[in-house]
């Protein structure tokens, strides 16, 4: 019987960055491009409120082992999507899948328990618990959480003591363990934000969602918290997280989606994006480096010059000697009836 293959050793392993990044690399820079291996597959996602459309997503998969970037300006509907993915929101029309398993439908735990996780981009710790309670409540399938095995404590006090024990684990490695038996109210917001991505990796997912994990966070935290990022992804998790920092988005994201008024407008990796007339057009405005021609200027001096009018009560369109006028009769009442019109 032939020997087994020697297994390759661990120096000779790709890092999972590099993994990421060799299955992107020879994607075409276009919306709705299939990925290698997909974790979430998005199909026709729509989700209005009123007659206002937050969301309306075609086709958009994420890469499994990577780090997807989502950004846009403000209002594009990126949290949105975010909700509809986790549970806390329900759309209009589509349908969306993990591993194959459509999440549609499915309330946040449950969604949860499949393996998909998200952070908030205002921490959802719950103050008056402390650290490690926080974390404790991260924790899947626990036996004290039945009635009748409460009651004995056989039942589950082994797998509370294994739970305590990753806790602690995960609190050093985000550098809370000292912290473990304050109340989470009197953490700062950059160390709450790292107790959340602690307490999210407590249910051992395999996609962790984050929103605007900088938001709020002291920038002598921000590299810390950056550097947890990217080791979500060496230990075999797929990331997607909102971000506005364009410098953040190329130093840790494989690829990049990119939405404005509710649509993906381009996808591809970092370096591509700043040279997308799309997501400039989105972010600067469609004529933001276009001259003005001479009429343009002409009607923006008219604007102007009605607004200044309809400020001073003088009717648009006066003559300068209408207007010089109307300023000598309004000084004249004022001293003759005593305004003080220098307020």
Do not use: C, F, Y
């Given at each position: 019987m032939p020997a087994d293959p020697s297994p390759v050793p661990p120096a000779d392993r790709p890092a999972p960055a590099r993994l990421a990044q060799a299955a992107l690399a020879d994607l075409p820079w276009q919306v709705g491009v299939a990925k290698p291996d997909p974790a979430l597959v998005v199909d026709g996602v729509t989700r209005t409120f009123g007659g206002l459309t937050a969301v309306s997503v075609d086709h958009l998969e994420i890469q499994r082992g990577g780090i997807t970037g989502l950004i846009g300006p403000n209002g594009a509907g990126k949290t949105t999507l975010f909700n509809l993915l986790t549970g806390f929101d329900q759309p209009d029309t589509g349908t969306w899948t993990f591993d194959g398993q459509s999440l549609g439908k499915l309330s946040p735990h449950k969604v949860a328990r499949l393996g998909v996780v998200r952070t908030f981009q205002l921490t959802k710790a719950l103050s008056r618990l402390t650290v490690m309670q926080n974390m404790l409540l991260?924790?899947?399938?626990?036996?004290?959480?039945?009635f009748l095995k409460a009651l004995v404590p056989g039942t589950w006090r082994r797998q509370e003591t294994a739970n305590t024990e990753r806790a602690m684990e995960l609190l050093t490695r985000f550098k809370l363990d000292a912290k473990k038996d304050d109340f989470a109210g009197i953490l700062s917001g950059g160390q709450r934000k790292l107790l959340e991505?602690?307490?999210a990796l407590m249910s051992d997912p395999k996609v962790v969602m984050l929103d605007e994990p900088r938001a709020?966070?002291?920038?002598?935290l921000t590299q810390s918290l950056l550097g947890h990022?990217?080791?979500?992804?060496?230990d075999g998790m797929t990331v997607v997280f909102v971000e506005h920092d364009m410098d953040v988005v190329r130093d840790i994201s494989d690829?990049?989606?990119v939405m404005a008024?509710?649509?993906?407008?381009?996808?591809?990796?970092?370096?591509?994006i700043s040279q997308n007339k799309d997501v400039v057009d989105a972010y600067l405005g469609a004529?933001?480096?276009a001259?003005?021609?001479?009429?343009e200027e002409d009607r923006v001096l008219a604007e102007a010059e009605a607004a200044i009018a309809r400020e001073e009560g003088v009717p648009t369109g006066a003559s300068p000697a209408e207007t010089l006028s109307s300023e000598r009769t309004g000084s004249h009442r004022s001293a003759t009836d005593g305004t003080d019109t220098t307020r």
């Open positions: 991260g924790a899947q399938d626990q036996n004290g959480e039945s991505m602690a307490r709020g966070v002291n920038p002598a990022v990217k080791d979500l992804r060496e690829w990049v989606v008024a509710g649509k993906i407008i381009a996808e591809g990796p970092p370096e591509s004529h933001h480096d001259p003005l021609t001479n009429e």
